[in-house]
């Protein structure tokens, strides 16, 4: 995780080894730290978070003093059963696009074709939209988990609204 300073180009690395790490990759400080396919990065000001693909999880990263830990995830790829847990029991399969409103994180869960919640405070992780089955057709104008998505990989919001990329259909899907 690199950190570049606008005004003067500066690139700091202020997490991760450099090494794809799939086992006991958390509670470490900086390049300490493991992560195996950081793909998706927001942040609340204070904190990073970080969709971890390879290892199914979202990492936070404290600015400040750079200790790395897992807030969400298992560590393993879920594909069934994988909603309304907390922390590290909540199953994420490539979770890939990340974004917050500042109390929740929304993540675009990849591998199971649905857009997932976490609030911040505790960690409780909820399926926000998605079927959790791959949508080849009539995808659109559904709400919550009876609309349809194929591969969402990135994600964000203006404040309001959620705003999807929808990979495989070529769209960009609005969540209200």
């Not at 450099?18 to 998706?40: E, L, M």
């Not at 929304?106 to 998605?130: E, F, M, P, S």
């Not at 591969?151 to 959620?162: E, H, K, Q, V």
Request: hydrophobic share 30%; charged share 15%; with cysteine.
């Amino acid at each position: 995780i690199r950190k570049i300073v606008i005004d003067n180009g500066t690139v700091t690395t202020i997490a991760g080894t450099g090494n794809a790490c799939t086992s006991n990759c958390d509670h470490a400080t900086g390049t300490s730290a493991g992560f195996s396919g950081p793909v998706g990065i927001t942040t609340d000001g204070t904190n990073l978070y970080v969709a971890d693909a390879h290892n199914d999880t979202i990492r936070k990263i404290v600015i400040d003093n750079g200790t790395v830990t897992t807030l969400a995830g298992t560590g393993s790829a879920c594909t069934s059963n994988c909603d309304h847990a907390t922390g590290t029991s909540a199953g994420f399969n490539n979770p890939y696009g990340i974004t917050t409103d500042g109390t929740n994180l929304y993540v675009a869960d990849y591998g199971i074709h649905r857009i997932r919640k976490i609030v911040i405070d505790n960690g409780t992780v909820t399926t926000l939209a998605g079927t959790g089955s791959l949508c080849r057709t009539n995808c659109d104008n559904a709400t919550g988990t009876s609309a349809g998505f194929y591969r969402p990989i990135d994600i964000t919001t203006d404040g309001t609204n959620l705003y999807v990329l929808d990979y495989v259909k070529n769209r960009i899907r609005k969540i209200e």
